[in-house]
Nanobody, 118 residues
């Protein structure tokens, strides 16, 4: 089995910072893109940031200049600065994984809640 597990969510005041982590584990040959998505109450899930195995990054316009995505071999991070109430959402990790048997899997985490409020 392959899974990804997020950590690092919580309550923060506007203007504050949080760092999310997501670690992949299991039968993994390689991890291609890893990314973060979020879903606010009453809204659809949206892409926040993604990073490829080669280090290419892409960000939603709403977080450019405030959030930074990075990764090592099996973990992806999301450094979130200058947080705004509009960033409040459940943040989900996504990983595109190739198994040793050449299966392609898209794996989602269970989500971690980020609340930005005074």
């Amino acid at each position: 089995q392959v899974q990804v597990v997020e950590s690092g969510g919580g309550l923060v005041q506007p203007g504050g910072s949080l760092r999310l982590s997501c670690a992949a584990s299991g039968s993994i040959f390689s991890i291609n893109a890893m990314g973060w998505y979020r879903q606010a109450p009453g809204k659809q899930r949206e892409l926040v940031a993604v990073i490829t195995s080669g280090g290419t990054t892409n960000y939603a316009d709403s977080v450019k200049g405030r959030f930074t995505i990075s990764r090592d071999k099996v973990t992806v991070y999301l450094q979130m600065n200058s947080l705004e109430p509009e960033d409040t959402a459940v943040y989900y990790c996504n990983a595109q994984i190739t198994t040793p048997t050449a299966r392609y899997l898209e794996v989602w985490g269970q989500g971690t809640l980020v609340t930005v409020s005074s």
